[in-house]
């Protein structure tokens, strides 16, 4: 098995003397080895960024072993404000829900591009406030929810989607073209693992109808942001983007097509680097190593 | 000389039946031939939107003769409300001039673009409040004028341009990172001959440091905008926008320096978009037969 | 119904004085008004290309009433060489066979844009050499045909193709990563009316195993390319290409998953194109207008 | 001085267990503290490649005295076969020669970039078989040499300027559109340390001409490729490549202006990416950490 002994270690704190040394010497000295590294640090914060991909050499290595021994031998790095420490098994396939709505274009190319083979996840369920997504689910053998959303209050009805990706286990939820504002009690519940799909280039044509708008508007570039979802709506940190050219012919009708294309694209680009452990999240900015 | 009998046909007017076959057949009836035709009927208002290019068949034509022609045969057409056309000699040359600030990079590249043949136009003079662009518009012989927006009330300073502008007879004024805002009078008073160049993805940071409003924002792609200048800053019809990928590594310096690839981009196909009279203005939306 | 009154003429010829006034004259003259226009004449061969959209005005049209009124107008015109005349309503709905063999992604993709409404035609069969794909038909309940390529002779394979395509009365063949080679009378056959989309960025990396030629090569970015069908393998005229950037850390593997996407976007355009009947072919280029 | 004790740290090894570690520690010995890094292992090969940019740390350090401690540091894994160390100072400009032709577009461009401190590097010389590019070099008051291709043999001229580029004592020679192809041996003699611009989206139309050659291919998209130069023509490694859409509008003179727009683009991008040492060469692959 490739990845049985392969890990993602996560590194992040305010910067200081000799980091990169002193991780990587207590890396080897677990018995460590890196594959591949990646760190940045922000020039105006000063804040450390480091993300290492270390395989077992010669020794048998579990992410329980590794994330306790770092912990150790970093204590003192570790007890500052500001920071963190993620170790992760290459193996791990977190638990993804998708959410959609009325159109199925996102849920439909997230599901397609995991069963590729592209995606390192388990997608667990789709729920969605219009029935008929069913059948996308279905044509995947993912477990479909339907939540109601017109004949019960809108509480009962986050309380639902609550209550099931609880039930799921899920780890990253994903609204794919999800329609309904969450409430911020479950944004932060959820802070950092909850990923949206905004059909516009933020922050242009923030809000309802944003084709409309850069129809209206005149632009010349439709496009489509990826970004974690919190209490201030599209005001999340953003992971992707992808913009399309259009013209004067492109009705608002062309443009929601095009738009769909960035839409899909942004959010597997974001979902994918995601899952891959690669995006950091500081205030509304994100580093990402890709 | 290839352009000496070529022109080019604009009209604009409400739809009718029959535009197409009655100006053709006008165009027939001169001696003009098409050698391309581009239209377009908005689906909304109805407008209709028409730019051929034409070659004199046989016979000696002017773009008067052209003009008073087509004029007189499509007289009921062209007193509508909302009627327009303009009939230009392939041959002609729009007298430019360009206007700067601190920033050198968009005055040079269209100076250079100029030089190596990629736009047909005169480019009469170069103005600004720095005088070491004085450096740059030597380089390519062009006559340059330093107007002092320090010494004196912005409102000289703006007649002292206007009075250059009419002076050498300028037919488009190009804002090339020049930022000083035009007045509302000059700005009406050149409608539709005054292109800008914006420094971000409108509508995303309009107003001022948009790169540092981008970097703040931590938004994946920075942008340009080319744009007819109107009373409403940054909300003139737009003509071209060109967008780069960006990194959480890049520093708004950084940005500044891949959104100057974007303004230079943007701007020198703007311009040569409209001195090609390629774009009709209607609303605040353009419509671009490229 | 929106479409009901509206045709698409498109004209091809050897350029000469006045015909965009005469093709306008026998459609005003027919009581068709022209709402969208583009004409392209080759400055090399002088060949004259123009696309028209047309609608009925206050009177009752057909397809085939406008053909036969446009080809008795233009009878001296049309009996040229090289002169082509199609006259086609804009309500009909092209049929179209999809091919594939193991790979799923072109297949799945043009199907779901068909649902989603964004292809005017009619996808009425799916055959594959892979009988796995017959669950991707299945998920949008269109026919699907396993034709044998292992226990039988190639010649028999393509026989069974070729006879499905004539049952189903198919207008356009895609082969969607289809992988075997159509033998040269079938391309011949079906000239003009089978598009493919082979991975790479043609001329670069034809033949096979394309991804793993650009990874030995080392370039920057990897590529697809929609064709039309002929009996030079990979030389058949360009409808369109994608392009994405990639990195030394991509992997051939990362190659072929990055290469999907340009494959799946540059055959939806190439198949966009072609059905709403504005790619001319000339040669080994194709005009566009689009 | 910002720069003043930072320096780049490039790795260059077979793969083995705990390189990172070795070469943190010892970094951390001499006082060198990580601010940022790439490392990559290719996944055939197992060869390692790592980029550091350190910083002094409450030191005094010299790129002789980090360079020195290191090797000594780490002599046993240097001294394999495939190994190699640089250490750079940040402060370091490297020194730089353009060589051009008839076309200015490249250098204008490179010099202007330069001039508007985008490159951190002195540009030493200009060099060209056509005089009139004097005047490019004169506007940035870089000295200019004009070597005659016409009346002396080539060999005679590649003498004068290889004796240039020694008596320059330059590091990088940037062939900016420079049409003589270089011999054998002087290719040796820079390998790694010349750069090419080739007007192709390479491998497609290497050789002469390759925008009548796309032309005539029917291609939609134009490029250029940024490499270095080798022995073999147009098949050295690659750094940078650029792309634009084109049409079938374009004669071959609008490809020419749309290519020297991805020529430039390219040939900056590469460049800015050597001289920043971010480029690893293996084989004809290039790893780039940027």
């Given at each position: 098995?490739?990845?049985?002994?392969?890990?993602?270690?996560?590194?992040?704190?305010?910067?200081?003397?000799?980091?990169?040394?002193?991780?990587?010497?207590?890396?080897?000295?677990?018995?460590?080895?890196?594959?591949?590294?990646?760190?940045?640090?922000?020039?105006?914060?000063?804040?450390?960024?480091?993300?290492?991909?270390?395989?077992?050499?010669?020794?048998?290595?579990?992410?329980?072993?590794?994330?306790?021994?770092?912990?150790?031998?970093?204590?003192?790095?570790?007890?500052?404000?500001?920071?963190?420490?993620?170790?992760?098994?290459?193996?791990?396939?977190?638990?993804?829900?998708?959410?959609?709505?009325?159109?199925?274009?996102?849920?439909?190319?997230?599901?397609?591009?995991?069963?590729?083979?592209?995606?390192?996840?388990?997608?667990?369920?789709?729920?969605?406030?219009?029935?008929?997504?069913?059948?996308?689910?279905?044509?995947?053998?993912?477990?479909?929810?339907?939540?109601?959303?017109?004949?019960?209050?809108?509480?009962?009805?986050?309380?639902?989607?609550?209550?099931?990706?609880?039930?799921?286990?899920?780890?990253?939820?994903?609204?794919?073209?999800?329609?309904?504002?969450?409430?911020?009690?479950?944004?932060?519940?959820?802070?950092?693992?909850?990923?949206?799909?905004?059909?516009?280039?933020?922050?242009?044509?923030?809000?309802?109808?944003?084709?409309?708008?850069?129809?209206?508007?005149?632009?010349?570039?439709?496009?489509?942001?990826?970004?974690?979802?919190?209490?201030?709506?599209?005001?999340?940190?953003?992971?992707d983007q992808e913009v399309l050219r259009i013209s004067h012919r492109d009705t608002p009708a062309d443009l929601r097509r095009k738009g769909r294309l960035c839409e899909r694209e942004a959010l597997a680009r974001g979902l994918r680097l995601h899952i891959e452990d690669r995006v950091f999240v500081r205030g509304n900015r994100t580093v990402i190593f890709d």
């Open positions: 098995m490739e990845h049985a002994q392969r890990f993602r270690v996560m590194l992040s704190c305010p910067d200081r003397r000799g980091i990169v040394a002193e991780l990587s010497r207590h890396l080897a000295d677990l018995g460590a080895t890196v594959v591949a590294a990646a760190q940045f640090t922000a020039p105006l914060s000063g804040h450390f960024f480091m993300r290492y991909e270390v395989m077992a050499d010669g020794v048998e290595l579990t992410e329980e072993g590794l994330d306790s021994g770092l912990r150790a031998g970093m204590a003192d790095l570790l007890q500052q404000a500001d920071s963190s420490l993620l170790v992760r098994s290459a193996q791990f396939r977190p638990r993804v829900a998708l959410l959609a709505s009325k159109a199925s274009h996102c849920v439909v190319d997230v599901l397609q591009r995991w069963r590729t083979g592209e995606l390192d996840c388990d997608i667990v369920c789709v729920i969605a406030n219009h029935p008929h997504i069913a059948e996308n689910a279905g044509w995947f053998k993912v477990p479909f929810h339907h939540v109601d959303f017109k004949d019960q209050p809108k509480e009962a009805a986050f309380g639902a989607i609550d209550g099931l990706l609880d039930e799921y286990d899920v780890d990253v939820t994903v609204l794919a073209r999800f329609m309904q504002v969450f409430p911020d009690d479950l944004a932060h519940k959820r802070a950092g693992a909850m990923i949206n799909i905004h059909h516009s280039f933020l922050p242009s044509f923030a809000g309802a109808r944003p084709y409309d708008q850069a129809h209206a508007r005149g632009v010349k570039l439709v496009g489509a942001t990826c970004h974690y979802v919190t209490p201030d709506l599209d005001e999340g940190p953003i992971i």
